[in-house]
């Protein structure tokens, strides 16, 4: 005999996996605890989410704003220990995003590139994302068979 799930608890269980429904607030990624050896210290605006394998620099409010007008673009900077752009000025990184709420929409990434400041601890790699429309929106980063994914809240500044 199977037993019988109530639906409260199978939402429960689902809402993580496919998202926020609509009107709900956005699952925002948060700081780790304790963080990993970030490649700069993280600060009160921003935090390295990941690992020593893939990491990437967000904004600690879990905010990404913007307007409709430019399409909520901002920069991502990735990082993974031993990156080095002098070498590697092209990295393959992969950057996809898909709405979690709402209708169905995906994110553009522009191709990779290399940054290197003090700010984020030397070398790293920078991709341009734009987001067609507000809402709550899962981003994923592929490089070098690591896997990384966080969820930002999109919306007007």
């Known amino acids: 005999m199977t037993a ?5 608890s199978f939402l429960s269980i689902l809402t993580p996996l496919v998202g926020a429904p609509s009107g ?7 700081a780790q605890t ?16 990941g690992s020593e394998s893939l990491a990437v620099l967000i904004s600690t409010s879990g905010k990404w704003q913007g307007d409709a ?9 990735w ?11 092209r990295p393959t ?3 996809t995003g898909r709405r979690m709420n709402g209708e169905p929409a995906t994110a553009k990434a522009s191709r990779a590139t290399n940054a290197h400041s003090r700010d ?13 429309a507000a809402g709550c929106w899962e981003v994923t980063g592929k490089y070098q068979g690591n896997q990384l994914s966080f969820v930002v809240d999109v919306g007007p500044s």
């Open 34 to 49: 304790p963080p990993f050896a970030e490649p700069s210290p993280s600060s009160r605006t921003r935090f390295w989410f």
């Open 24 to 30: 709900t607030t956005c699952p925002v990624t948060t």
């Open 120 to 132: 984020f601890g030397g070398w790293a790699m920078l991709v341009m994302m734009e987001f067609p």
């Open 79 to 89: 990082w993974r220990r031993g990156y080095n752009g002098a070498t590697e000025q």
């Open 93 to 95: 990184l992969a950057v």
């Open 69 to 77: 007008n430019h399409h909520y673009r901002n920069k991502l900077f």
């Open 4 to 8: 019988a799930i109530p639906l409260a």
